[in-house]
């Protein structure tokens, strides 16, 4: 039982704090201070940065996918920040367990019903604490998907997706093979200097020899995902009834000149039939 709680009791504390840190929305406070509206009752309803950049334009969108994705970094450090103390009880306390409580948080945040974002932002804040390789692919894979498909939902779910069954690859976080016990794994990794999981690496500052396991961050991240896609589930619905909308309309100078001079023409013609049909009543 000793053993149990030398693991799971600053965990578990870190894992509470980092839930309530999670259901704080940057989306629902940002959008109500600048535009005076809730965001949950405009567009989607849904309390995400793709929401809120619909409202206020897209760099507030990316501001405030930043800011929900440091909520895991904050976690990550309050849990880190246990370690230091110097009792059995905290010194082994997991950076990335709390994390997905965060992420949990932001999904079905305690402060607004239960109703929150969609996983994406938390998703990426917890790539940025886990392999930071991973984290720059999981953008370059949204921005190449948005860019080919322009629905948010398909580059969230399938960049999510691509990043969670590579990070399985022990040779991504700088491996040679798969290990159960994380502090030999991350040990081997870190001689070499591979630091793409990076966080990790802060257990060091405790003095103890622990790490969290390969496979406790992998089930992290695969968990994360299935959340992200089951958040997503009614956009699935959407995108197989061809109903999903774009993320933005994009139109060359040809085609939006083109498109006023047809319009100017219009103009014209209606401006023309009622001169004619003034001079018959005359």
């Known amino acids: 039982m000793k053993g149990v709680s030398n ?6 504390i870190a ?3 980092g839930y309530f840190l999670g259901s704080f929305s ?10 005076k509206q809730d965001v949950r009752e405009v567009g989607s309803k849904n309390a995400g940065a793709t929401n809120a950049s619909r409202i206020l334009g897209k760099k507030w969108g990316v501001l405030i996918m930043l800011l929900d994705s440091l909520k895991i970094m904050a976690t990550a450090f309050i849990a880190i920040a246990f370690t230091l ?6 010194n082994k306390t997991s950076f990335i367990i709390p994390a ?21 932002s938390c998703f990426l804040g917890i790539m940025m604490i886990t392999n930071w390789v991973l984290c720059i692919g999981f953008v370059l894979v949204w921005i190449i998907l948005i860019l080919l498909f322009q629905r948010v939902s398909i580059s969230s779910i399938f960049g999510a997706i691509i990043i969670a069954m590579l990070m399985w690859i022990p040779q991504v976080s700088g491996g040679s093979s798969f290990e159960l016990n994380g502090f030999t794994f991350f040990s081997e990794v870190y001689e070499k200097g591979y630091y793409f999981v990076w966080f990790n690496s802060f257990h060091k500052w405790s003095g103890v020899a622990f790490y969290d396991s390969f496979l406790t961050i992998n089930i992290i991240i695969t968990l994360s995902t299935v959340i992200l896609i089951v958040r997503h589930s009614q956009n699935i619905v959407r995108l197989f009834k061809h109903e999903e909308p774009k993320f933005f309309h994009y139109k060359s100078k040809d085609l ?18 009622q001169e004619n049909q003034i001079k018959e009543n005359v």
């Open 100 to 120: 997905l409580f965060t992420l949990i948080g932001h999904c079905y945040p305690i402060y607004y019903k239960f109703k929150g974002g969609k996983a994406v």
């Open 256 to 273: 939006a000149k083109k498109d006023n001079d047809k319009k100017d023409d219009k103009v014209k013609k209606d401006d023309k039939k």
């Open 15 to 17: 894992s509470v704090i």
């Open 7 to 12: 693991v799971y009791i600053g965990t578990i």
């Open 85 to 90: 103390i110097d009792n059995d009880l905290f």
């Open 26 to 35: 940057f989306s629902i406070t940002v959008v109500k201070i600048k535009a």
